[in-house]
């Protein structure tokens, strides 16, 4: 029998290019500069505008200014969620900017003109915290749709670092601004930091197909009701999605007030003065800032889940512990511990989200993340305040730390959470 040559191997397509790392990605980079001007505006606004209140009323009318935006950025929040799904976020975003941007710039010449009524002031705030509602879930949609997926823990702490130095630089140019040139100086520059975010992300690129785990066949659209219970249920019943937010929600609500109004009213408790006060809030954004750079540069972590549940366990122990430390320096020591930890929760909690997430509901998915940030965790605030104000400072935060701790036990119960992993090294398309 003559034997048959054996065939040649197929021929084997060479793999394609490696996505670049986050932080050398120059479509990465423009959306980090676009946020972060888009951030540092912020902070530039609000310091505008409490000045502004404070010229045309008086203390209380500040908080009521101040507080007003409040309201439409929790009520249309989700709604921001269904538009970004339904619109390409980039759109999204640009248009929130865009506004943002004719609304200071018109309330700078408003007051450059005469000075504003109170009125006028609380309209402004109830119109940008409509459009807030609007930028926020788009925003967050945004990182899956400009990088690969092994690159959103680096983008998570890219964007975590953003934030941290607008918070530093943005009260300062608000101030100088003002020191110069007025109030209407200090809108101006908020709204011209708002222009300066448009031109970076129209040059963005938007990666095509599908992105998240699981992504699958969009969604049959229908109306933005609809549309809004079908985000909602899509949450619920993803078995990671789920746990995450719940456990997210839980942290929020336990810690973010204990570390609020809580570490006011333990400072005043134990006179340690307003530099004390000012030493623990440097510590607890040093650790969190720490993390953010940690994610930055190391773009990935083992055993994500674990890490999840253990990071968010050593930031409630931490917490109840401030309550505890006779002497300032220890509470210092311990806010750094806190904010480190509560940074590598906030930071896997978000990465892991936005890599399971389908691209279809992933503006509605962030949209119920924030929700309970910025619109349920205030909640707790005046129920704090009054506890600590009957029972003092240290049952109320070990209290507030054991309900956060809740989180742990429902990332722990979940073993889908638990064998939870950061997205590893893709290879693009060619």
């Given amino acids: 029998m ?13 793999p394609g290019p490696v996505a670049p790392p986050a932080h050398r990605d120059g479509n990465v980079l423009r959306w980090l500069a676009a946020y972060t001007a888009s951030l540092i505006g912020d902070s530039v606004y609000f310091v505008a505008l409490g000045w502004s209140a404070q010229k045309a009323a008086g203390p209380a009318e500040v908080g009521l200014v101040m507080a007003a935006g409040a309201l439409p950025r929790a009520l249309l929040m989700l709604g921001g969620g269904v538009l970004a799904d ?39 705030a109830l119109v940008f915290g409509a459009v807030d509602a609007l930028f926020i879930p788009a925003v967050g949609a945004l990182p899956p749709r400009i990088t690969s997926s092994d690159q959103l823990a680096r983008v998570t702490g890219m964007r975590a670092l953003s934030m941290r130095l607008s918070q530093i630089v943005g009260p300062p140019i608000g101030g100088l601004a003002m020191g110069f040139a007025g109030v209407a100086a200090a809108f101006t520059v908020a709204g011209l930091l708002f222009a300066l975010s448009l031109p970076l992300l129209l040059a963005l690129r938007m990666r095509t197909g599908p992105t998240g785990a699981g992504a699958g066949q969009p969604p049959t659209p229908g109306t933005a009701w609809k549309e809004l219970l079908d985000g909602l249920r899509y949450v619920r019943r993803h078995r990671l999605i789920g746990p995450l937010v719940a456990a997210g929600a839980l942290c929020e609500l ?8 809580g570490m006011v009213l333990l400072n005043a408790e134990r006179g340690w003065g307003p530099s004390g006060y000012g030493w623990i809030v440097s ?8 993390s953010a750079a940690l994610f930055a540069t190391a773009g990935r972590l083992p055993r994500a889940g674990l890490m999840l549940a253990g990071s968010l366990f050593a930031g409630c122990a931490g917490a109840a512990a401030i309550a505890l430390v006779p002497t300032l320096w220890t509470a210092v020591v311990l806010a750094a511990g806190v904010g480190l930890a509560a940074g590598v929760f906030g930071s896997l909690d978000s990465t892991l989200v936005q890599a399971a997430a389908d691209p279809a509901y992933l503006g509605r998915v962030t949209s119920v993340v924030m929700l309970t940030m910025v619109g349920l965790a205030p909640l707790s605030y005046p129920v704090v305040g009054a506890a600590i104000g009957a029972w ?17 036990v429902i990332a722990l119960s979940s073993e889908t959470l638990r064998r939870a992993e950061l997205p590893g090294r893709s290879r693009d398309a060619p």
């Fill in 254 to 261: 336990g810690l973010t007030s204990t570390l609020g109004v």
């Fill in 392 to 408: 003092g400072a240290a049952p109320v935060f070990i209290g507030c730390a054991t309900f956060a701790c809740l989180g742990v």
């Fill in 2 to 14: 003559t034997t048959l040559p054996a065939a040649p191997p197929e021929p084997v397509a060479p």
């Fill in 283 to 290: 510590g607890f954004g040093a650790g969190a800032a720490t």
């Fill in 86 to 124: 339904r619109l390409d976020p980039r759109r999204v975003v640009l248009g929130s900017d865009a506004l943002r941007c004719l609304l200071v710039l018109a309330v700078a010449a408003a007051i450059a003109l005469t000075a504003p009524a109170l009125w006028v002031l609380v309209v402004v």
